[in-house]
């Protein structure tokens, strides 16, 4: 069974990046829609992303598109999100999700969740 764990979290100033890592385990990742979806402090979840299993699809909420990048490395079982220019708002807990349909494209939703890392942007 696909299991999820995010890392790549941590404080870091307004302006300043990070890159959140997505790894799989119990199945290859290759054959899953991975999203990331993130939940800040008294607010429901908000999607931000998601690439199709071979990669070819990517999808961007329209408030993080421009500063966010999904991308995946298959031989590896890791999927990333390079977040850029982070502002105050973007803290959150991101988790890293799969749609457990084999080879669908994004868009269909998520029922295999990892437990979330947690970005703060502060000075």
């Known amino acids: 069974q696909l299991q999820l764990v995010e890392s790549g979290g941590g404080l870091v100033q307004p302006g300043g990046s990070l890159r959140l890592s997505c790894a799989a385990s119990?199945?290859?990742?290759?054959?899953?829609?991975i999203g990331w979806v993130r939940q800040a402090p008294g607010k429901g979840r908000e999607g931000v992303a998601c690439?199709?299993?071979?990669?070819?699809?990517?999808t961007y909420s329209e408030r993080m598109k421009g500063r966010f990048t999904v991308s995946r490395d298959n031989a590896k079982n890791l999927v990333y999100l390079e977040a850029n220019s982070l502002r105050p708002e973007d803290t959150a807990v991101y988790y890293c999700?799969?749609?457990?349909?084999?080879?669908?494209?994004?868009?269909?939703?998520?029922?295999?969740w990892g437990q979330g890392t947690q970005v703060t942007v502060s000075s």
């Open positions: 119990g199945s290859a990742l290759d054959r899953y829609a």
């Open positions: 690439i199709s299993a071979s990669g070819g699809d990517k």
């Open positions: 999700a799969a749609d457990s349909v084999p080879f669908r494209l994004c868009g269909y939703g998520y029922d295999i």
